[in-house]
């Protein structure tokens, strides 16, 4: 069986590759164990120093990766080499960081000694999505190997140039063979992978629907997992923000990566003192973007990864105007071999709409109009998502306290656009998932955290 890699921006094929059979993927499962039962004794200085140097190829190589990404999945060129330095800085991170957060803690007892010590557990396996190919597998990366794990990757099956170059990536920085290997294999494979002894836990960057049946699987067999999934993150607009900034922070979360993004902006909850005004600087802005080839430095969206996906999103976008919402901008599907999709905006989004209940996985922005803060909080959270949020105010207590005590979501920011941050921790709650990356946090999801007591 070939996968192949399908150019989202002329429907053309990049490239076919051979996927593994079942006996192949069994044995890389092997193999990365065998590898880990090395790795896992080496010192935090050597892995350090390895994860410095990842850094440095992924440095020296980001045209090249970011191209392969505009090609896979349509990214513009300009923001995939921001996503591969974004996979440098996660690197660097748990390079400086990793031994500090790992120490032994000592505990006091009435033993003449007692401790937490935190030790890696052996094969991870990672299930990735398409929307950033590199850094969803970096940010569980780098922490998996500067912990002492190893790991093995199925990512998406449009993106198999991506899921290979990562590997070549950790193998040109020369870690040992074999610490990370990907599966080239479809989605019908995960469970038998999942159920593979080897395997020790799994983590899942996916849908809602992917994660259940990934949780579901894994917790019949005991194994850990951590699942970040959908999300339709609310921006809160309030009556005292600076308008003008918060319409071009909202533009810009609601279009990276063209709108496919967990984390993008995707309700936009606006307080009906200002509904009018922010509607202009937003439709204002929105009108700015260059769609084109991902290649030239001058687009700022490409087509949406593959064309089934554009074409769910219109059907959402179709099945809203027709229960009430009105389209100001976009909402046409392109003509042509291709999977673009325009920048959208749809007001009088109300209950019971794709809009309004539904995540939108692409450039779409759904504004709704709230009679006021208590409102506006409680529309925000009343979907089942909880991924992240954020609020505009000129009021920063106000604000800090929306975003700390009473927004529903993992995590929540203020007069910002929500990102992940190699030093903070990122996952969501209700059907957004659970568990957390990155960060302090993230390190202590795939250890076991284990306590030694020493009596006499």
């Known amino acids: 069986m070939q996968i192949s890699s399908i150019n989202p921006a002329n429907g053309k094929a990049v490239k076919k590759y051979q996927s593994h059979t079942d006996t192949e993927v069994k044995n890389r499962i092997k193999q990365t164990n065998t590898a880990w039962l090395s790795w896992k004794k080496t010192t935090h200085a050597e892995r350090s120093m390895l994860l410095n140097r990842l850094a440095a190829v992924l440095k020296q190589r980001k045209e090249e990766l970011a191209k392969l990404m505009a090609l896979e999945m349509g990214k513009p060129t300009t923001q995939g080499i921001a996503e591969i330095e974004k996979c440098a800085s996660v690197c660097e991170y748990y390079a400086k960081n990793a031994e500090a957060d790992l120490k032994d803690q000592l505990i006091k007892t009435e033993a003449s000694k007692s401790y937490v010590t935190f030790q890696p557990i052996g094969v991870v396996l990672a299930i990735m999505p398409w929307n950033f190919p590199f850094w969803q597998v970096f940010r569980f990366l780098a922490p ?11 990512h998406a099956s449009n993106v198999p140039g991506c899921a290979l170059a990562i590997e070549e990536t950790v193998k040109q920085a020369g870690f040992p063979p074999n610490v990370f290997q990907t599966l080239l294999v479809g989605s019908d494979k995960v469970n038998n992978i999942i159920k593979n002894e080897l395997i020790k836990a ?4 996916g849908s809602t629907n992917a994660g259940k049946k990934v ?45 496919q993004s967990c984390i993008a902006a995707k309700r936009f909850i606006v ?18 973007r260059k769609a084109g080839d991902p290649l030239d430095p001058a687009t700022t969206d490409g087509p949406m990864a593959r064309a089934d996906l554009r074409d769910e999103l219109h059907k959402q976008v ?5 229960k009430g919402a009105k389209c100001i901008l976009g909402g046409e599907v392109p003509k042509g071999d291709n999977a673009y999709y325009p920048a959208t905006i749809l ?24 009679k006021d803060e208590t409102n506006a909080i409680s529309i925000a959270n009343e979907s089942i998502f909880g991924l992240g949020g954020a609020v505009f105010t000129n009021d920063k207590k106000r604000g800090e306290e929306i975003a700390a005590t009473k927004l529903q979501a993992g995590s929540c920011f203020v007069n910002a656009l929500v990102k992940s941050d190699p030093r903070l921790p990122f996952g969501g709650i209700k059907e957004s ?24």
């Not at 509904?275 to 700015?288: A, C, D, I, N, V």
């Not at 179709?318 to 027709?322: F, H, N, Q």
Request: proline content about 2%.
């Open 271 to 288: 307080v009906k003192a200002i509904e009018k005004e922010f509607t202009r600087l937003f439709l204002e802005k929105m009108q700015t």
């Open 347 to 370: 007001t009088n989004v109300k209950k019971g709409m794709p809009a309004y209940d539904e995540e939108m996985f692409g450039p779409v922005a759904a504004i709704i109009v709230a």
């Open 318 to 322: 179709v099945k809203s105007i027709d």
């Open 144 to 154: 998996a190997l500067a912990i002492g794990n190893c790991g093995v990757l199925k």
């Open 202 to 205: 799994v983590t899942i960057t």
């Open 215 to 259: 949780a579901e699987k894994a917790g019949l067999l005991l194994k850990k997992t951590v699942l970040e999934l959908g999300g339709s993150d609310a921006y809160i607009v309030l009556e005292d923000a600076d308008l003008e900034y918060a319409a071009e922070i909202c533009v810009n979360s609601r279009m990276i990566n063209n709108g």
């Open 433 to 456: 998932g659970y568990g957390r990356e990155l960060g302090l946090f993230g390190l202590y999801e795939f250890v076991n955290i284990k306590t030694v007591y020493i009596a006499l």
